[in-house]
Every structure is written in structure tokens, then in C-alpha cells.
């Protein structure tokens, strides 16, 4: 069973930058979309950046530019390096991942990922 566990968010001011983590284990499958997602109270979720297994990437276009997805195999890390931030980019931001097929994973599919983790705090202030 995969399991997902994200780290780094926090409080910046508005131009910061954070880097979030995302712990990965239990994969079985060679083929996975993976990707970050972030959702405000009372608004729906909205996908930021994915990754698919074949490298490819997607970015949402409020955040082309700011944010970058990467990943680090060896040791099942998965990165969201968030620069410029805005204060409209103050969410919740979780971590989400599925064994798909290769070529389907995109930025707008990641909030309808199978496995999430518990979501890391992003705030930023003006």
C-alpha cells in the first residue's frame, strides 16, 4: 500500500520561497502519476504540478514559472520547490500519487489521485 507523508510547509510573506517533501513508500507498480494538489476551506481542489512516470511534467498556469516538481528515485522523494510566492498561493497543499499508465497524468488529474497524504500548511502574507 503506498503512503505518502509531506513536510516543509510554513508561514513566509508574500516573494518567499518553500520547498515541500513528499515521503513515498510501498509503490509495487513501475508506472505512477505523481503530483501536488492544494485546496482552500470551502474551495475546490485545485492541481498544481505533476509528474509522470516517464518525466513527463504539468504545471498549473497560475503557477508556470514559481513552482518546480521534481523528484529524487533513490530515495522516493517527491519536491515542490515553491518561489515568488503570492498570497493567493496560501493553501493546504497535499501530496497525491496512482498507478496509472504512462501519458495520462497531468496537473488537473492530481486531486483525483487514489492515495493522498495529510497535507502540508502553506501560508503567505502580503
Known sequence: QVQLVESGGGS??????LRLTCAASGYTSSTYCMGWFRQVPGKEREGVASLDSDGSID???SVKGRFTISQ????????????????EDTAMYYCASSAIPVGYCTDALTP????WGQGTLVTVSS
Not at 72 to 87: G, R
Request: aromatic residues 10%.
Open 12 to 17: 513566509v510573506q508574500a516573494g518567499g520561497s
Open 112 to 115: 483525483y489521485l487514489e492515495v
Open 59 to 61: 504545471y498549473a498556469d
Open 72 to 87: 529524487d528515485n533513490a530515495n522516493n522523494t517527491l519536491y515542490l520547490q515553491l518561489n515568488m510566492l503570492k498570497p
